[in-house]
C-alpha cells in the first residue's frame, strides 16, 4: 500500500454541525500533516504529528480539533465552523529513512468541504 | 524562517514545446531539500521531482528536470516535450530535514496548449 487515503472525498457542513475527516496510511510513516488550501493558493499548513504526538499547532482555530489515534490514522475534528472555513483539505505523510534523511511528502487527494 | 518565491503566476506553452519555470528562495540552512509539486484540475499534490542541497547535480526525472543553483538560492524547472497532460498548477517547495512541514511558493498556473 503505497497511498495516502482520504475520507470523505466530499463534505457539506452546517455551522452548527459536528463532522471529522480522516486520513489514513499503511506505509509507515510517522509523521502527518494537515493543510488547508483555498482555491488558487498553495497549501497552508494547520498540523503536525510526529510520532502520534502534536508537535506543530499554527495557531488554528479551536474549532479544528486534530486527533492521531494510531501511527496510521490521522482525524480532524470539526465544529461550529464558518463559511471561510469552506476549503481543501490535505492530509499529507512522510518517510523516514534513517541513512538518507528523505523527507519526501506523500499527499491524500484532500477532501473538499462546503461549510455553510 | 524561510520563503519561496515563484515570480510567473501563470504560463503556457505550445504542445511538444520546452518552458522553464522559476523559483528561488531563502534560507540560511545549509542542508535542506527542495521539490516541485504538480496540482492538475483534480488538485492531487503530485510530486514531480526533488532536489538535495548537498548535491550539486541536477536532478531528472524523464522530461523533467532542474536547475538548482544553490548560491544564488535558485530552482528552476525545466518540462521537454509539453504535453496536454501537464497542463496544472506546479508548486516549488522548500523543507529543512527532519519531519517538518513544506514551505510553498504562490504557485505557476500552467497551461499546455495544443
Known amino acids: 500500500d503505497t497511498e495516502v487515503t482520504q475520507t470523505p472525498k466530499h463534505l457539506v457542513m452546517g455551522m452548527t454541525n459536528k463532522k471529522s475527516l480522516k486520513c489514513e496510511q499503511h506505509m509507515g510513516h510517522r509523521a502527518m500533516y494537515w493543510y488547508k488550501q483555498k482555491a488558487k493558493k498553495p497549501p497552508e499548513l494547520m498540523f503536525v504529528?510526529?510520532?502520534?504526538?502534536?508537535?506543530i499547532n499554527e495557531s488554528v482555530p479551536s474549532r479544528f480539533s486534530p486527533e492521531c489515534p494510531n501511527s496510521s490514522l490521522l482525524n480532524l475534528h470539526l465544529h461550529a465552523l464558518q463559511p471561510e472555513d469552506s476549503a481543501l483539505y490535505l492530509c499529507?505523510?512522510?518517510?523516514?529513512?534513517?541513512?538518507?534523511?528523505?523527507?519526501?511528502?506523500?499527499f491524500g487527494p484532500g477532501t473538499r468541504l462546503t461549510v455553510l | 524562517a524561510q520563503t519561496v518565491t515563484q515570480s510567473q503566476p501563470e504560463m503556457s506553452v505550445q504542445e511538444a514545446e520546452t518552458v522553464t519555470l522559476s523559483c528561488t528562495y531563502d534560507?540560511?540552512?545549509?542542508?535542506?531539500?527542495l521539490f516541485w509539486y504538480k496540482q492538475p484540475p483534480s488538485r492531487q499534490m503530485i510530486l514531480v521531482i526533488r532536489q538535495e542541497a548537498y548535491k550539486q547535480q541536477n536532478a531528472t526525472e524523464n522530461r523533467f528536470s532542474v536547475n538548482f543553483q544553490k548560491a544564488a538560492k535558485s530552482f528552476s524547472l525545466k518540462i521537454s516535450d509539453s504535453q496536454l497532460g501537464d497542463t496544472a498548477m506546479y508548486f516549488c517547495?522548500?523543507?529543512?530535514?527532519?519531519?517538518?512541514?513544506?514551505?510553498f511558493g504562490k504557485g505557476t498556473r500552467l497551461s499546455v496548449i495544443a
Open positions: 504529528y510526529s510520532y502520534e504526538k502534536l508537535s
Open positions: 534560507t540560511s540552512e545549509n542542508n535542506y531539500y
Open positions: 499529507a505523510s512522510t518517510p523516514r529513512d534513517r541513512n538518507r534523511g528523505y523527507n519526501e511528502q506523500f
Open positions: 517547495a522548500f523543507m529543512k530535514p527532519g519531519n517538518t512541514p513544506l514551505v
